[in-house]
C-alpha cells in the first residue's frame, strides 16, 4: 500500500486508511466505502473504491508544496498557462 502523506490542515503525521462499513458510515456491500481520516483534526476523504483511490486522493491534497492548493488559490494565475478551456 502507498503511504500517506502527513494531513494538509494540521501536518499530523498517522493518517488513517478506514473502512467506512467497519465505522458504520456506510452499509456493507457499498461500493465505496474507503476513505482517508486524520487522527488529529478529523480531516477526512470523500469515500472511494479502494484504499488505493483514498490513498491517492489523500495524497493529491496533501501534496507539500502543493500544485493543487497553488491553483485552488489562484486559479487566475497567467503561469498557469491555461487558456479557459
Ligand atoms: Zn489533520
Same mark, same amino acid.
Request: glycine letters at 12%; charged letters at 20%.
Given at each position: 500500500?502507498?503511504?500517506? *502523506?502527513?494531513?494538509? !490542515?494540521?501536518? $499530523? *503525521?498517522?493518517?488513517?486508511?478506514? $473502512? &467506512?462499513?467497519?465505522? &458504520?458510515?456506510?452499509?456493507? &456491500?457499498?461500493? @465505496? #466505502?474507503? !476513505?482517508?481520516?486524520? %487522527?488529529?483534526?478529523? +480531516?477526512?476523504?470523500?469515500?472511494? #473504491? @479502494?484504499?488505493?483511490?483514498?490513498?491517492? !486522493?489523500? @495524497?493529491?491534497?496533501?501534496?507539500?508544496?502543493? *500544485?493543487?492548493? +497553488?491553483?485552488? %488559490?489562484?486559479? *487566475? $494565475?497567467? %503561469?498557469?498557462? %491555461?487558456? &479557459? +478551456?
Amino acid at each position: 500500500m502507498a503511504d500517506l *502523506n502527513p494531513c494538509p !490542515f494540521c501536518g $499530523d *503525521n498517522a493518517p488513517l486508511v478506514l $473502512d &467506512g462499513v467497519r465505522e &458504520g458510515f456506510v452499509k456493507e &456491500g457499498h461500493p @465505496n #466505502r474507503w !476513505f482517508i481520516g486524520c %487522527q488529529g483534526c478529523g +480531516a477526512q476523504t470523500r469515500y472511494h #473504491r @479502494n484504499s488505493d483511490v483514498a490513498t491517492r !486522493f489523500w @495524497n493529491r491534497r496533501a501534496e507539500p508544496s502543493g *500544485n493543487l492548493r +497553488a491553483s485552488e %488559490q489562484a486559479p *487566475n $494565475d497567467p %503561469q498557469s498557462g %491555461q487558456e &479557459g +478551456a
